[in-house]
T-cell receptor, first 111, second 113 residues
Framework: LAKTTQPISMDSYEGQEVNITCSHN???????ITWYQQFPSQGPRFIIQ???TKVTNEVASLFIPADRKSSTLSLPRVSLSDTAVYYC????????????FGAGTRLTVKP | NAGVTQTPKFQVLKTGQSMTLQCAQD?????MSWYRQDPGMGLRLIHY???????DQGEVPNGYNVSRSTTEDFPLRLLSAAPSQTSVYFC????????????FGSGTQLSVL
């Protein structure tokens, strides 16, 4: 299983763009990169998933360089409600059972 | 649309007691799983099921049993609770078992005294 490394915490201010980088040096060919968001007292919520290059949805963008050894989750114009823990996962395409949630990045958005 | 429903939301047990955490989903998902989350840590997979009648162990299965008699329900049983099982438990489901986004319930906070 590919191990992921991401910052423990980050602070930002409302209206700023936030970029959270995740390192996954031993990612395998079959692996996808997936990000989840977790608010206090709630289960994680899927944000975005990608394999290479750039993926964008209504919530975030995911940038993946050609070597796929890292990825960056970009949250545009954050608000206080984006305060949460963000998890980066490397998930094999063939098996949900190898999804490993690390400690995540605790993002705090300040007024 | 209810999604994944977990009951109860809170539970306090004494050491040695047994109980069942309930999980139900109304999305006709094949895959269901149970995770535990300890303070300041990520989620760890306890057991999972790829369909009715099929279950298997995850990363931390000891002390827990599961069954999957229907597509909708996936209960988690603690046969003899221990303080080390104090945690928040999350149930999740996905349409299929391969690389599909997981939908999580809101969790059960369990304390074992």
């Amino acid at each position: 299983l590919a191990k992921t490394t991401q910052p423990i915490s980050m602070d930002s201010y409302e209206g700023q763009e936030v970029n959270i980088t995740c390192s996954h040096n031993n990612i395998a060919t079959n692996d996808y990169i997936t990000w989840y968001q977790q608010f206090p007292s709630q289960g994680p919520r899927f944000i975005i998933q990608g394999y290479k290059t750039k993926v964008t949805n209504e919530v975030a963008s995911l940038f993946i360089p050609a070597d796929r050894k890292s990825s960056t989750l970009s949250l545009p114009r954050v608000s206080l409600s984006d305060t949460a823990v963000y998890y980066c996962l490397v998930v094999p395409s063939y098996n949900n059972n190898d999804m490993r949630f690390g400690a995540g990045t605790r993002l705090t958005v300040k007024p | 649309n209810a999604g994944v429903t977990q009951t109860p939301k809170f539970q306090v047990l004494k050491t040695g007691q047994s109980m069942t955490l309930q999980c139900a989903q109304d999305m006709n998902h094949e895959y269901m799983s149970w995770y535990r989350q300890d303070p300041g840590m990520g989620l760890r997979l306890i057991h999972y099921s790829v369909g009715a009648g099929i279950t298997d162990q995850g990363e931390v299965p000891n002390g827990y049993n599961v069954s999957r008699s229907t597509t909708e329900d996936f209960p988690l049983r603690l046969l003899s609770a221990a303080p080390s099982q104090t945690s928040v438990y999350f149930c999740a489901s996905s349409e299929i078992a391969t690389n599909e986004k997981l939908f999580f319930g809101s969790g059960t906070q369990l304390s074992v005294l």
